[in-house]
């Protein structure tokens, strides 16, 4: 059952995003702060379109975060970043991506967004990128990242 995420579900995303953020190039640099998450977590729920999805009996499968912000080449057009989208290892390959995709879509365009850029790393599983074609997504940047 996908859902807004609620206050209440704070520790089940920190904890889900404990087990995202090992998987991805950030962690080669930088620690995973959990003051920081927490704050972008409570302004993903009060601004943002925050989503997740659970079994019948509550187990956690899967999340998808999507920040609202003014285009930088137009700010009469509002865009949605991808700040997470995440499905438990245990539930991949059932669909359930898909359904994040399609729920937080909806909400976004609800919110006057008119476009959704989704991230796609280096680390992301091969799958992910063809969950999102399937969606409606296509390729349309590449970004490089020097350590400093």
Not at 16 to 43: C, G, N, Q, R, W
Not at 80 to 99: C, F, K, R, S
Not at 101 to 126: D, F, R, V, Y
Request: proline share 3%; glycine share 6%.
């Amino acid at each position: 059952m996908i859902r807004k995420v609620m206050y209440k579900d704070l520790n089940t995303v920190l904890q889900s995003a404990a087990k995202f953020y090992p998987t991805t190039h950030y962690a080669e640099t930088d620690e995973l702060d959990v003051d920081s998450v927490t704050d972008v977590i409570m302004d993903l729920i009060d601004n943002g379109v925050f989503l997740l999805d659970e079994t019948d009996d509550g187990a956690f499968t899967g999340m998808i975060g999507i920040v609202a912000h003014p285009f930088l080449f137009n700010r009469n057009n509002i865009k949605g970043y991808e700040l997470i989208w995440w499905v438990e290892p245990a539930y991949q390959h059932t669909g359930i991506g898909i359904q994040l995709l399609a729920e937080a879509a909806a909400l976004c365009k609800a919110k006057g967004i008119n476009a959704i850029q989704m991230t796609h790393m280096t680390t992301s599983p091969p799958q992910a990128a063809k969950a999102l074609v399937k969606a409606g997504y296509f390729h349309s940047e590449s970004s490089y990242t020097l350590r400093l």
